[in-house]
């Protein structure tokens, strides 16, 4: 798999980032190179969850590379043929709302946008509070777009949070494998 080279993007549903970047590791430990991407208010936001320079720092370290921030960087990612999928893991429903309209005023969104230009698989590892509700649409669309793929998902608080969605990260490596062969791990909501 070391032929393979995966970007890594991060946008800020905080709360899971320390499961993502479990599965960046075992990427990493399956012989995957990644590069690191970061939305701008992951790169400089702390939260509860973390300091920002935390999880550079710890990013920058599983990924040995430096993490691509801003538009102008993630701009190159297509035509250069820099990454062969697209993880997006966490991706809010911000993110997904701006996906599936083309909008592309992040360096996620613009990572995304590159590398779809050129026909490459992008993966979606959701974390939304409002799946079920205003985000559905958005969802919805995304499934049935070309070169878009979902790591699956499900309610992760039916009672409390009973629009929320979440990716179920530890499919993630399968996820990934599947879709670099064009195909949608099933079912997608479990």
Known sequence: MSDVTIGYALCGSFCTFRKSIEQMKRLVELGYRVLPVMSQNAYSTDTRFGKAEDFIKEVEEICGNPIIHTIVQAEPIGPKKMMDILVISPCTGNTLAKLSNGITDTSVTMAAKSHLRIGR??????????????????????????????VPFSQDDCQKKPNSLVAHFDLLPEAVAAALLGDQIQPVVR
């Open 121 to 150: 698989p992008v993966l979606l590892a959701m974390a939304s509070n409002d799946g079920l509700g205003a985000s559905a649409q958005n969802i919805g669309k995304l499934i049935n777009t070309k070169h878009i793929f979902f």
